[in-house]
Structures are given as structure tokens and as C-alpha cells.
């Protein structure tokens, strides 16, 4: 019994010791996002294990405790390990670190800071080395993203990275004015934020329907203009020493003259028309507009920035600009009277007046001006920046005319395009005619997340994992740019970021089981895993408000549906390389959802709130009909009858058009299996 134990014993430690071998001689799988500027792959592991430890060196160390404790932490929590080690403090420090973390000096959070790093990693120690500590942070992120398995246990790869961004200006716009954001969704997407090696949150803090800041100065704008729902001032110095702690900006954005619906409900003198004036519960583009004529509007406007320049430090203050419509301005006699007094010719140049006002305060208080393109106008100085929404058009002729930009147009994530095509937007256009100091001019870009259809609930949702690709745009280099590399490496990333309490995946099934009623929600995910909401502004159809419900399919469902992406990819695959394996796959997807509509059908008998999907659970089984018979008809190489292709692509062609405001996205692929029998004849 004692040889038999013995041998046993013998042979998992050859099987152990040759799967180890095996794992070291294969080259690992990285799953890094943003892909770093160079990186070398130079063989060996550092294996990890509970004697792990970290040492801070450099002249940069406070803020660098905090994080590379979080990094430790998330570490500790991924792979199950017990370290002895807790927090990195000057008293923890150990005296043979397994890594070393140095930075020279602590950086200032603020555009142009230095996130560069060295990462080294061999089979006996690790080390980080940057100018400064927001560098070390940014290499802590891709340290922790380069944790990597085998059979054995947890390991890092043997690597050299050298790692800058292309881009200065990488952020994220968050609608907190449609939609109130309470704290904890902004902290947590900013944990998102730093973990994508991204560094603005530009913060939309007013809007027709909120202002959600409070101010000490004009109480009744918060006490009146928000339902209740603002930041205290308290609040907001929290997140910003949050955000600081991670490298990242906070730019507000305060929206005017249009958008300003709530500073009028406590301040209607602001006002080009008289009030009373309520919060609007509606969405678009509203007539209230500050007005531009009179010396009072700006001697409020003074007062209130420079309570706002002492509450947030960031160099730059956001002052919208957008979506004037000018009505107001059109209907005043008074202000008719100025713009002919002072040859102000129309509506256009009656906002080049505000802005030039607006400038100077805000040029009084040390804050440079943000603002959307509607903002440029010649004599502007060329301190200001401008943020392109309309197009890349604009961009261009900002940078030609010597004015910094960054582009949002083409990552309007609120829009639920897919991935690739924010992946493959580039905030510098391929056919620009700009010159290398003109390029300079172009900061990098915001993905903006307006807030009109989400809610606390749903907003992850929308922002992750897709901004992931969007931070790889402005931080990676400008040729990488392989789109099936980049949804490979996303999957093990979306779920990284969930570590750091964002909801995007978590509240899926969530949802679902509050749609269900408590029932399985296993059919009803069959159907939502294969729909996506509706594309650009369709949903806006809907006369949709601040309080309608935010809680249906439509809601739950995500940008970017996987499962119909994967779907979509085997049968591009089969098509390209018909075998019998990837036809049994195909199969099996289509026989799973032409079975599931009796199942759902029961399910929506017991929740009256999914019958607005019934239609489309009708139209999933019969795409999946057409696709099985299609896959058949394919495999044996037979003819359909006469009319089979014409009777299909009428089902098929319906079924493209949209059912409670969500789309079927197998369908262009049950599409190409009909085209490809029909051309079989």
C-alpha cells in the first residue's frame, strides 16, 4: 500500500511538473488594455505566492501607498492569496521586496502630467520605475492586468514594457443633469476610469432638467432647480480628492446660455423671457436662454465662478455653448434692440458676445475655457479649447486656426453603437491635411454618456466595457487597430472591472429577474442575449421623461449583444470554411432559439410587462427556422423549391425592423446562410 501511495504521489508530481513545462514553454495570452506603447516578451515567470511584498522608493510616495494598496488588495482578492503584507505604508516596508516601485517625484493632476513607466518583470523580482507617481500608478494597472495562470498557480510573465500615451486629454463625460448620478456610481466609474489608464471626468453638471451642484452664494439655484437631487459642496471636494487619488481631472461643465432651464426656476431675471419657470421633465433641445444684453447676467455669472473657481481646482472650467436655438432671443424686443445697437447682425454672433464676456470672468478667476464647437469665433484667444460633437470637420479647422480640440463625436456611447465602431474611430482623422503642430493641437477625446435613458441602475451598463476600447484609442499607439484582438481582450477586462463595484454585468440578470416576475429568467436571457437597443436617437420617438420607467427590455438589454456578435462571427467562419463542426454549432444556437418562444410565451403570461415582446419572441423563432432550414439545405447540397429564397427574405427583411425599441441582431446572419443557398441554384 506504501509503494502504491508513493508512486502516486510520484506520478502527479510528473504530471504537475510537465504541465508547468509545457505552460513555460508557450508564449502567454495577454489580455492587456490600453496595448502599451513597446512591449518584449522576454520568457520566464515570476511565480506568485503568499510572500509577496511591495516596496515604494522615490520622493513620491504618499499618494503611491494608497494606490499600489488598492493594487495589492485587487491582487489578493483575484487570486485567493493570503499576503502578509496589508497596507504599503513607511512601516510595512520589507526588506527583500518581491517589487520594487519608485517614482521620482509626485505629479500635479493636471493635462500634460507625465503617466509615463518602465515595467520590468523577470523570474526573480519586479520592477516599476516612473518620473512620477501618477506614471507608477498607470504601470501598477497594467502590472495587475498582466496576472496570468497555469496548473501550478498565479503568475506574471516575463516582460519589458516601455509605456506612454499618445494622447494628454483621455475622459469620460458624465450627464449627472438628465439623470441624477449619486456618489457612489461616480466613484465607481472612476475607478473605471483609472483602471483604463484614463484621466478626465468631465462632469455635465446643469441641464434643463437639474442643477446639481450646490452653491452658497445662489442657494435657490440647488434648493429649487434639482428636486432635491445635487452635490453638496462637501460632496464634491470628496470626489475630487477621489479622483486626485487615481490621476484623474475633474472638469465641470456648467451649460449656458441654453440648457439652463433649472438656474431659471430660482433666478427667472437670468431669463430672456419672463417665468415662471419649472424644471423640465422632458428632453431635447428647450427655448429658456440666458440673456446676453443685460450687465446683470454677467455680474451673476462673476459671482457665481468664482465660487465655483474655488471649489473645483482643475485649470479648465466647461461652458457647454450648445443647442441655442435663439428663440427666446428672437421674440425679446429688448434684446432686438441691442443686437441693432451695438451691429450685432444675428443669433450666432449675439453667443460670440456671451462667450467673450463669459472668457473674461472666467480669465479673471485663472480658469481656461472649454466649450463645444458652437463656441468658436474668430478673435477668440487661443487658450481656449474647443470639444468637437458635430464632427471630425471641426476638429480639423480648430487645429488650423491654431486652437487646441478634442473630439466626442463618434464616441457618443449613450447612442449604443457598437465596440468597434468607437474602437476604430481616431481622434486624429487618417485623410487630415494637418501638419505635426497642428496634430499637437488635438488633446485626444471624451466618450460621453448623456443621460436621458439611463438611470443609477442601467448607466454602467452603457459606459463599460465599450469605453475600455475607447481608452485604448487615445492611449495606445495609432496601428493598433485589430478588431478581433480587441473584443478578445475586452471580455477578460469587463469582468476585471466589475472587482471595482461597476454594475455593468451584475444588474443584467438583475433585471431580468424583476421582468420575470422571480420566474426563471432562462428563456427570457436566450431572447435579451441576442437583442440590442435601438441604434443613434430612434428611442427618442418615445415622448420618454424624467420619471418614465427605465426598467424594460429595452433597458436591460446591452450595446454590443456577445452572443449574437459570436453568432454572427461563425457564420462568416462557416461561409468562408464550411465544416461539419461549425454547421453542428450554428445548429445548436438556432435550435435553442427556435424552442424558446413556447417557454417565454409562458414566462410573459405571469409578467404583464414583457408582453410588448411577445411579436419578437415570434420573430426569433421563425429567423431561427429560416436559419436551420438554410443550414440544411447548405449540408446537403440540395436545391430549395422555387420560391424558398423570395418567402424567406420576406420574414428576414421584417425582421430587421425594430420591436419594442430593440433589435434582432442574428438576423444579417441568417441573412447570408439564405443568400448562400439561393445562390446554390
Known amino acids: 500500500?506504501?509503494?502504491?501511495?508513493?508512486?502516486?504521489?510520484?506520478?502527479?508530481?510528473?504530471?504537475?511538473?510537465?504541465?508547468?513545462?509545457?505552460?513555460?514553454?508557450?508564449?502567454?495570452?495577454?489580455?492587456?488594455?490600453?496595448?502599451?506603447?513597446?512591449?518584449?516578451l522576454t520568457g520566464g515567470q515570476f511565480r506568485?505566492?503568499?510572500?509577496?511584498?511591495?516596496?515604494?522608493?522615490?520622493?513620491?510616495?504618499?499618494?503611491?501607498?494608497?494606490?499600489?494598496?488598492?493594487?495589492?488588495?485587487?491582487?489578493?482578492?483575484r487570486t485567493g492569496l493570503f499576503f502578509d503584507q496589508d497596507y504599503i505604508t513607511p512601516e510595512t516596508q520589507p526588506q527583500n521586496p518581491s517589487m520594487?516601485?519608485?517614482?521620482?517625484?509626485?505629479?500635479?493632476?493636471?493635462?500634460?502630467?507625465?503617466?509615463?513607466?518602465?515595467?520590468?518583470?523577470?523570474?526573480?523580482?519586479?520592477?516599476l520605475t516612473a518620473h512620477t507617481d501618477i506614471g507608477a500608478m498607470r504601470g501598477l494597472e497594467t502590472f495587475l492586468q498582466l496576472l496570468s495562470n497555469d496548473p501550478g498557480g498565479y503568475y506574471f510573465p516575463g516582460v519589458t514594457i516601455q509605456d506612454a500615451p499618445r494622447f494628454p486629454w483621455r475622459g469620460l463625460l458624465l450627464d449627472v443633469g438628465r439623470h441624477f448620478m449619486p456618489v457612489k456610481v461616480v466613484k465607481?466609474?472612476?475607478?473605471?476610469?483609472?483602471?483604463?489608464?484614463?484621466?478626465?471626468?468631465?462632469?455635465?453638471?446643469?441641464?434643463?432638467?437639474g442643477f446639481r451642484v450646490e452653491s452658497k452664494t445662489f442657494p435657490k439655484l440647488q434648493q429649487l432647480g434639482s428636486d432635491g437631487k445635487y452635490y453638496t459642496q462637501d460632496q464634491i471636494k470628496d470626489i475630487i480628492r477621489y479622483a486626485r487619488d487615481r490621476g484623474i481631472r475633474i472638469v465641470p461643465e456648467f451649460d449656458m446660455p441654453g440648457h439652463t432651464t433649472s438656474w431659471f426656476v430660482g433666478y427667472p431675471e437670468l431669463a430672456s423671457a419672463p417665468g415662471p419657470y419649472h424644471i423640465s421633465r422632458t428632453w431635447g433641445i428647450h427655448n429658456a436662454a440666458m440673456d446676453p444684453t443685460k450687465d446683470s447676467t454677467y455680474e451673476f455669472l462673476d459671482q457665481f465662478f468664482a465660487e465655483m473657481s474655488r471649489l473645483f481646482p482643475d485649470e479648465y472650467m466647461h461652458i457647454g455653448g450648445d443647442e441655442v436655438n435663439g428663440k427666446q432671443w428672437d421674440a425679446n424686443q429688448d434684446i432686438q434692440a441691442f443686437m441693432k445697437a451695438h451691429n450685432i447682425p444675428d443669433n450666432h454672433q449675439l453667443q460670440a458676445y456671451f462667450n467673450k464676456r463669459i472668457l473674461q470672468i472666467l480669465t479673471k478667476y485663472n480658469k481656461r475655457m472649454v466649450g463645444w464647437e458652437e463656441i468658436l469665433q474668430p478673435?477668440?484667444?487661443?487658450?481656449?479649447?474647443?470639444?468637437?460633437?458635430?464632427g471630425t470637420k471641426s476638429l480639423v479647422e480648430a487645429a488650423k486656426k491654431g486652437y487646441q480640440s478634442m473630439l466626442s463625436n463618434g464616441y457618443y456611447i449613450?447612442?449604443?453603437?457598437?465596440?468597434?465602431?468607437?474602437?476604430l474611430n481616431d481622434p486624429v482623422p487618417g485623410d487630415a491635411d494637418l501638419t505635426p503642430e497642428e496634430q499637437q493641437l488635438i488633446l485626444g477625446g471624451e466618450a460621453t454618456m448623456w443621460s436621458e435613458l439611463v438611470t443609477p441602475e442601467t448607466v454602467d451598463s452603457r459606459i463599460w466595457p465599450r469605453t475600455a476600447a475607447i481608452a485604448e484609442r487615445f492611449w495606445s499607439p495609432a496601428d493598433v487597430r485589430d478588431v478581433a484582438d480587441m473584443y478578445r481582450r475586452l471580455k477578460p477586462v469587463s469582468l476585471h472591472l466589475e472587482e471595482l463595484g461597476l454594475t455593468h454585468l451584475k444588474n443584467y440578470g438583475m433585471m431580468l429577474r424583476r421582468l420575470t416576475n422571480g420566474d426563471d429568467i432562462t428563456a427570457l436571457k436566450t431572447l435579451v442575449d441576442v437583442v440590442e437597443p435601438v441604434e443613434g436617437y430612434a428611442r427618442h420617438r418615445r415622448p420618454y421623461t424624467s420619471y418614465s420607467p427605465y426598467t424594460r427590455v429595452v433597458d436591460a438589454a446591452r450595446p454590443d449583444a456577445a452572443v449574437a456578435r459570436h453568432f454572427r462571427n461563425l457564420v462568416a467562419d462557416y461561409l468562408q470554411d464550411p465544416t461539419r463542426e461549425k454547421a453542428g454549432q450554428i445548429k445548436v444556437w438556432l435550435a435553442r432559439w427556435k424552442n424558446n418562444h413556447e417557454t417565454l410565451m409562458e414566462t410573459i403570461g405571469h409578467s404583464p410587462v414583457l408582453r410588448e415582446i411577445a411579436p419578437l419572441s415570434e420573430t426569433l423563432r421563425d429567423v431561427a427556422g429560416v436559419g436551420l432550414e438554410a443550414i440544411d439545405y447548405l449540408q446537403t447540397e440540395s436545391t430549395p423549391p422555387a420560391d424558398w429564397l423570395d418567402t424567406n427574405m420576406v420574414i428576414l427583411q421584417n425582421a430587421e425592423k425594430p420591436q419594442a425599441e430593440v433589435e434582432l441582431r442574428i438576423v444579417s446572419a441568417v441573412e447570408k446562410l439564405a443568400t448562400t443557398v439561393g445562390a446554390q441554384k
Not at 516601485?101 to 523570474?123: F, K, N, Q, W
Not at 478673435?379 to 458635430?390: A, E, T, Y
Not at 449613450?414 to 474602437?423: F, G, I, N
Open 414 to 423: 449613450d447612442l449604443v453603437q457598437p465596440t468597434s465602431y468607437h474602437y
Open 100 to 127: 520594487i516601485i519608485h517614482a521620482d517625484h509626485p505629479d500635479t493632476v493636471r493635462l500634460g502630467m507625465d503617466e509615463s513607466y518602465h515595467l520590468e518583470i523577470t523570474a526573480d523580482a519586479i520592477r
Open 48 to 77: 506568485l505566492n503568499d510572500s509577496f511584498t511591495m516596496e515604494i522608493t522615490g520622493n513620491a510616495k504618499q499618494r503611491l501607498y494608497r494606490y499600489a494598496s488598492r493594487i495589492l488588495r485587487r491582487l489578493s482578492g
Open 1 to 40: 500500500m506504501w509503494k502504491l501511495w508513493r508512486y502516486a504521489v510520484v506520478l502527479v508530481a510528473l504530471v504537475v511538473s510537465s504541465a508547468l513545462a509545457t505552460a513555460q514553454q508557450t508564449e502567454p495570452t495577454l489580455n492587456l488594455m490600453p496595448v502599451p506603447k513597446s512591449l518584449e
Open 188 to 209: 465607481r466609474n472612476l475607478d473605471g476610469l483609472a483602471a483604463m489608464k484614463m484621466n478626465v471626468l468631465h462632469w455635465h453638471l446643469t441641464e434643463d432638467q
Open 379 to 390: 478673435g477668440l484667444p487661443k487658450n481656449i479649447v474647443i470639444q468637437s460633437w458635430l
